[in-house]
């Protein structure tokens, strides 16, 4: 059965960190682009990073550049968000997905991801 669970949200003040996880079972994560999309109250959901299949390229949106890292352990079979600096803006529940479109460096879709984690909430203080 394929899942993905995202977990390591949580309350955090500004300027803080935190480091999601989404860990995979029954696929390998290799095999799929992998994404990160947050849904704030009131707002769509923004897909900000992605990483693709195979050479493992990345892509970030402007509104996280710089502070969000994404990156992969195949041991774990899982994908990591480290989230830096975060903002009050940053406040959202936090969502991976499984075989979005991935452009790197220009652009992540959900419309074609086809399993989605469970998203776990991220709150920023001021």
């Known amino acids: 059965e394929v899942q993905l669970q995202a977990s390591g949200g949580g309350l955090v003040q500004a300027g803080g960190s935190l480091r999601l996880s989404c860990v995979a079972s029954g696929f390998t994560i290799d095999d799929y682009n992998i994404g990160w999309f947050r849904q704030a109250s009131g707002k769509e959901r923004e897909g900000i990073s992605c990483?693709?299949?195979?050479?493992?390229?990345?892509y970030y949106a402007d509104s996280v550049k710089g502070r969000f890292t994404i990156a992969s352990d195949n041991a774990e079979n899982a994908v990591f968000l480290q989230m830096n600096s975060l903002k009050p803006e940053d406040t959202a529940v936090y969502y991976c997905?499984?075989?979005?479109?991935?452009?790197?460096?220009?652009?992540?879709?959900?419309?074609?991801?086809?399993?989605w984690g469970m998203g776990t909430q991220v709150t920023v203080s001021s």
């Open positions: 997905a499984r075989d979005p479109i991935c452009i790197p460096g220009l652009q992540v879709m959900g419309i074609n991801a086809d399993y």
């Open positions: 990483m693709s299949s195979g050479d493992r390229r990345t």
